[in-house]
């Protein structure tokens, strides 16, 4: 018996929380005892991290968990389990007791509704499932309003094994797949938008170690959004390890990148760029794929030949969990798994846009681009990652709060987009200026004003006022960017 904390049973028996396996099931054997363990001890990790008391009984085909009913929320985002029922566990002696301590047990729960009663039966006994279902259906009647086996208001479950039997009227699904731990590492590209947490999330649920690679375009702000989004996986949905994030600070290879090389080819050299980062860190920690949260044609790097071309830069195998996914479907499991308040807030990264990406870009063409800025920046890149323990991130300090919906009155509106697009268009009475102006020459801007950033979406800006912040300045950056001021 695996325990943590014995709880004491009494003449009427006790509380349990039953545990349905799921897949796990189908293995062999010597399969299933090894994944039954692994989920055992990811079950030990949620519940002490949670800090409840407990203990763990296993048996062939269910695990029993003595533990208060509410940490139910916590068991069932804990990857292998498929079902999970609050039940009272009794022991008894013979069928007669059995039945009298079920009718105890049901009485209430049934009390002037339609019920049906469903039992189950393992171990030697001189009864059988329908003997207990329709005795203890005769029992109950005059409790409840009648029986129907279709379409119950209430079932009253029984399980038997042995000498114990198990009651209950509720079966809550958990999310299934496998035992985190059970099938290897991989590396997760993570960007913190919707579409790499919920990818991240898919690979955890088949049973890998999960660890993450963030290329940083930005600085401080955007990482500390991303952050965010990281928690909520660290926090609710990897039990049983520790997972790692890599933040790679990649504002210089973007840099090179826009200087040296074709506008058009940006998007599919950077994927490249970062595909490269993942396989090394990949080897570093021995994953054996890198994961993405692409879906095929969503965006123009993510074109079926783009994508092709992207692959070419490394050997590792790239899982791709969404590649068939609409973002509709991303989305609703973003809200699902929690991860969609929070990427939400993470907005695409305005200096990585280019007006007209190639979206048919050719292999050779590409490579010859690459020759332009070389790998030695990437390995300088990965030498300064700064490693962060996923399940311990604290975030006190909330990068939204920069973030306004309207601009105050008297204040100075800075344009960040380039000085082609601040040209073509811009708000009356706003000044431009670089995004990299910001954080080299920030004493060239006055203390006593009120300054509101601008730029595509968001990200740059959230930047520039969130660095601005720390040094004293009063500066807010306009959520949603230009492309939501021009909708109004």
């Given at each position: 018996?695996?325990s ?6 009494d003449i ?19 399969a299933?005892?090894?994944f039954?363990?692994?989920?055992i ?23 029993y968990?003595?533990?208060p ?5 916590v ?25 009298k ?12 509704k ?11 006994h ?10 203890l ?6 409790y ?7 379409n ?23 999310y ?40 940083n ?5 955007y ?8 928690k ?6 990897s039990?049983?390890?520790?997972p ?11 840099k ?22 993942g ?15 692409e879906s ?13 071309v992207?692959?070419?830069a490394i ?8 590649i ?22 993470v ?16 292999p ?5 681009e ?14 300064n ?21 309207t ?21 009356k ?6 995004f ?7 004493v ?18 959230r930047?520039?006022?969130f ?9 807010y ?12």
């Amino acid at each position: 018996m695996d325990s943590v904390c014995y709880i004491k049973q009494d003449i009427m028996g006790r509380d349990v929380i039953i545990v349905r396996l799921g897949e796990i099931t189908v293995k062999g054997k010597s399969a299933r005892n090894k994944f039954e363990k692994i989920l055992i001890s990811n079950m030990k990790d949620a519940l002490k991290s949670e800090g409840y008391q407990f203990e763990i009984r296993r048996e062939w085909g269910r695990i029993y968990v003595y533990a208060p009913r509410d940490s139910i929320d916590v068991l069932k985002r804990v990857f292998g389990i498929k079902s999970l029922s609050p039940a009272h566990e009794v022991e008894f002696n013979g069928l007669e007791d059995l039945l009298k301590k079920a009718e105890e047990f049901f009485a209430d729960k049934i009390s002037k509704k339609v019920f049906a009663v469903e039992a189950r039966r393992s171990g030697v006994h001189e009864f059988t499932s329908i003997d207990v279902e329709k005795k203890l259906g005769e029992y109950l009647l005059k409790y409840g309003k009648g029986v129907d086996l279709e379409n119950p208001e209430v079932t009253a479950y029984v399980e038997v094994r042995e000498k114990r039997a198990y009651f209950f009227t509720d079966i809550i699904y958990a999310y299934g797949g496998l035992p985190i731990g059970s099938e290897g590492k991989v590396v997760s590209l993570f960007s913190g938008g919707f579409d790499s947490a919920v990818a991240s999330w898919y690979l955890l649920r088949r049973g890998a170690k999960v660890h993450y690679v963030f290329c940083n375009l930005g600085g401080e702000a955007y990482k500390r959004a991303v952050l965010a989004v990281l928690k909520v996986l660290g926090d609710k949905w990897s039990y049983g390890y520790n997972p790692k994030l890599y933040v790679i600070p990649f504002s210089q290879i973007l840099k090179k990148l826009r200087e040296k090389t074709k506008r058009s080819y940006l998007n599919v050299l950077l994927k490249r760029y970062m595909y490269r980062a993942g396989e090394i860190i990949a080897q570093k920690v021995g994953a054996e794929a890198i994961v993405t949260g692409e879906s095929l044609g969503q965006v123009s790097s993510q074109t079926l030949r783009n994508l092709y071309v992207s692959s070419l830069a490394i050997k590792m195998q790239i899982f791709r969990p969404l590649i068939g996914f609409d973002k509709d479907d991303i989305v609703k499991v973003a809200r699902e798994i929690g991860t969609y308040e929070y990427s939400s807030l993470v907005k695409e990264y305005c200096g990585a846009f280019t007006v007209r990406p190639a979206t048919h870009t050719n292999p050779k063409e590409i490579e010859e681009e690459e020759k332009k800025v070389g790998v030695d920046i990437l390995y300088e890149a990965i030498s300064n990652a700064e490693i962060i323990d996923v399940r311990k991130i604290s975030l006190d300090e909330d990068v939204s709060t920069v973030d306004i919906e309207t601009i105050p009155p008297g204040s100075l509106v800075v344009d960040l987009r380039p000085k082609e697009k601040y040209m073509k268009w811009h708000l009356k009475g706003s000044i431009h200026m670089d995004f990299d102006e910001v954080f080299e020459k920030p004493v060239r801007l006055d203390k006593n004003k009120t300054y509101v950033f601008l730029c595509d979406e968001g990200a740059l800006s959230r930047e520039a006022a969130f660095f601005l912040r720390r040094l004293g300045y009063k500066a807010y950056s306009l959520k949603g960017g230009i492309k939501k001021l021009r909708r109004k």
